[in-house]
Every structure is written in structure tokens, then in C-alpha cells.
């Protein structure tokens, strides 16, 4: 029975192994889980390694396939983690997060609160206490909390 289970698989071209990884490669492009990849990588290499050595057994191919995957995934997750920044990026849907450190114009300042403007558009801002404002001054962001800003003088 097994040797029937694997007897077709020994039939198949290494082109078959390369479709596969170029499949899952695809399909890793549309769902972008970060894991499809490197079963598709393991699956190229498997192409090659029946190129060099066409004979192999189909429980073998099968075998080897799986340490493939399991090597490049845990190589792959290794390297992601030692090259990557590994940090999801939180200020991208957080517009307000997205302006701490930048330069903005005072609107009006009135008792440590006011507004400025940033790329043509007004904001909430609150200074430090003991900061005052005057019209058209340039101030830093420094903080942001909900929609307003935080700033200080320069």
C-alpha cells in the first residue's frame, strides 16, 4: 500500500515541484501570511534536487520536501528576526502619531492651549506649562494624545 501511495509522485517531472513553489509563492503574495513562502522555497529546491538525482523515491521526495519546509521556515523566521525591524508600524492609522517631531505653525495660543497648523491643516495643540505662543511662531511636536497635540517651543 505505501509503495502505491508514492509510486505516482515518482512519476512527476521537477517542473511539478517548481509549479508548486511558484504557486504557493503566488498565493503568499495575495494572503501575505509570511509562512506559504517558504514551503514554496522548499519546493523550488526540491525541483532542483529532482533535476540532479531524477530517480528518487516518492516517500523519499515526500521526506525531504517536509525537512526542506521545516528548515527554510525556521532559517527564513531566523533571518526575519535578526534583519527585520520585527516592529509593526502603530502610527498607521493614527494620523496624530504620525506628525510627532515635525514643525508646525501657531493659529492662536490662548493660556497654555491653541492651535497650529501642519501641511494646511489646523490642529489642537497644548503647550508645556509655563510656555507661551505668539501668532506665526514655529513650534515642535512632541507627543500626541487622541486628536491633539502636544507641543513646545523652539
Known amino acids: 500500500m505505501e509503495a502505491g501511495l508514492f509510486s505516482w509522485i515518482e512519476t512527476l517531472s521537477p517542473w511539478w515541484w517548481i509549479a508548486l513553489g511558484i504557486g504557493l509563492g503566488a498565493l503568499e503574495m495575495m494572503i501575505a501570511s509570511s509562512v506559504l513562502i517558504w514551503p514554496g522555497i522548499a519546493a523550488i529546491v526540491m525541483g532542483i534536487i529532482l533535476w540532479i538525482a531524477p530517480g528518487m523515491q516518492g516517500a523519499l521526495q515526500i521526506?525531504?520536501?517536509?525537512?526542506?519546509?521545516?528548515?527554510?521556515?525556521?532559517?527564513?523566521?531566523?533571518?526575519?528576526?535578526?534583519?527585520?525591524?520585527?516592529?509593526?508600524?502603530?502610527?498607521?492609522n493614527n494620523r496624530t502619531e504620525q506628525m510627532v517631531g515635525h514643525n508646525a505653525k501657531?493659529?492662536?495660543?490662548?493660556?497654555?492651549?491653541?492651535?497650529i497648523e501642519l501641511n494646511g491643516l489646523r490642529w489642537t495643540a497644548k503647550w508645556p506649562e509655563g510656555q507661551s505662543a505668539e501668532?506665526?511662531?514655529?513650534?515642535k511636536i512632541i507627543a500626541a494624545?487622541?486628536?491633539?497635540?502636544?507641543?513646545?517651543?523652539?
Open 63 to 92: 521526506a525531504l520536501y517536509a525537512a526542506l519546509s521545516i528548515g527554510t521556515l525556521l532559517a527564513g523566521r531566523g533571518y526575519i528576526r535578526k534583519f527585520g525591524d520585527g516592529e509593526p508600524n502603530t502610527t498607521l
Open 106 to 115: 501657531v493659529v492662536d495660543f490662548n493660556l497654555g492651549e491653541g492651535h
Open 135 to 139: 501668532v506665526g511662531q514655529v513650534v
Open 145 to 154: 494624545d487622541g486628536m491633539s497635540l502636544q507641543v513646545e517651543n523652539i
